[in-house]
């Protein structure tokens, strides 16, 4: 079965730093890949997708992720962290054929000033 | 404005009582699920629907029950079935291609038993 890992359930930074958070997932085949954003008490938004059009996705406020198949890996970056960042992040795969998401159990991700 | 509309926000249940969460979409899409979220656990998906009068049993259908009479519409029942029911509930929607499109969520419902 399909699976997402997600390392580091909180993450936190300072103001300006890199935020580096990782997603590993486990298939036979690429899968499409997602992150979304939760702020507290709200459903979720999404930042980017990967769906093998290219292996460096850009996605919105200024966030971007890397698909790496030889390492299994999505991570999401950004250059410069912002107070507005602070919130939960969720890594998703969708198998390939299908469109039920799976989700890792997510990164709150705090931002200190 | 499009967009997925869960009600109500805030909802408390009795022991033993059945309570329905509403979830409706404009967007025209043909998929809807829905997902509880727990602290830690990330999302679990309880049912989907990927066409009006079908829906199928996700990873924790136990205890819920759901009907899709209508594109935009897809209700969950909480039922006195579900021993432990207090979460944060997620309804989204999707159009219903091969596992590329993204799916668009409601601002979730927070059901709390009292």
């Known amino acids: 079965a399909q699976s997402v890992t997600q390392l580091g359930s909180h993450v936190s930074v300072s103001e300006g730093a890199l935020v580096l958070l990782r997603c590993n997932y486990s298939?036979?085949?690429?899968?499409?890949l997602f992150w979304y954003v939760q702020y507290p008490n709200q459903g979720l938004q999404l930042l980017l997708k990967?769906?093998?059009?290219?292996?460096l996705v850009k996605g919105i406020n200024g966030f971007e992720a890397e698909f790496k198949k030889s390492e299994t890996s999505f991570h999401l970056t950004k250059p410069s962290a912002h107070m507005s960042d602070a919130a939960e992040y969720f890594c998703?795969?969708?198998?390939?054929?299908?469109?039920?998401?799976?989700f890792g159990a997510g990164t709150r991700l705090a931002v200190h000033p | 404005d499009g967009g997925i509309t869960q009600s109500p926000k805030y909802l408390f249940r009795k022991e033993g009582q059945n309570v329905t969460l509403s979830c409706e979409q404009n967007?025209?899409?043909?998929?809807m699920y829905w997902y509880r979220q727990d602290p830690g656990q990330g999302l679990r998906l309880i049912y989907y629907?990927?066409?009006?009068?079908?829906?199928q049993k996700g990873d924790i259908a136990e205890g819920y029950s759901v009907s899709r009479e209508k594109k935009e519409s897809f209700p969950l029942t909480v039922t006195s079935a579900q021993k432990n029911p207090t979460a944060f509930y997620l309804c989204?929607?999707?159009?219903?291609?091969?596992?590329?499109?993204?799916?668009?969520f409601g601002q979730g419902t927070r059901l709390t038993v009292v």
């Open positions: 967007l025209n899409h043909d998929a």
């Open positions: 990967y769906t093998s059009a290219a292996t």
């Open positions: 998703a795969v969708s198998p390939t054929g299908y469109n039920k998401l799976i």
């Open positions: 298939s036979s085949v690429p899968p499409y």
């Open positions: 629907s990927q066409i009006v009068n079908d829906f």
């Open positions: 989204a929607s999707s159009r219903a291609q091969g596992g590329n499109t993204e799916a668009f």
